[in-house]
């Protein structure tokens, strides 16, 4: 069953609409057009966290490379051992 705080119609268009991008050109392009640069940084950061977290890097070592916040260490850490499993998804070869 669906999660009613943040799942509902406008999430599954959102998502609907990310599973029509063909190559990463139109990804970057609804991207610019959907989020701030700020915000799309901040999503390619925690998902460079998550990728260095994976390789088992220490949180001195995730700062030094990604220059995040150990409370966004932390977040997508907690992400990665009890989440849905979407980073290690996306993170897969």
């Known amino acids: 069953m669906p999660d009613p705080k943040w799942?509902?119609?406008q999430t599954d268009?959102?998502?609907?609409a990310f599973?029509?991008?063909k190559d990463i050109g139109e990804v970057y392009d609804f991207l610019e057009d959907l989020?701030?640069?700020g915000e799309i940084k901040s999503m390619a950061q925690r998902?460079?966290?998550a990728r260095l977290l994976s390789q088992s890097k220490k949180?001195?070592?995730v700062v030094n490379e990604t220059g995040a916040s150990t409370a966004t260490?932390?977040?997508v850490k907690k992400c990665l051992e009890y989440g849905?499993?979407?980073y290690r998804f996306v993170l897969s070869e």
């Not at 268009?13 to 609907?16: A, T």
Request: glycine share 8%; net charge neutral; proline share 4%.
């Open 7 to 9: 799942r509902d119609e």
């Open 13 to 16: 268009n959102l998502c609907r």
């Open 19 to 21: 599973l029509k991008l």
């Open 35 to 37: 989020a701030t640069i």
């Open 47 to 49: 998902l460079e966290v």
């Open 59 to 61: 949180y001195p070592e």
């Open 73 to 75: 260490i932390s977040r």
């Open 84 to 86: 849905t499993g979407g």
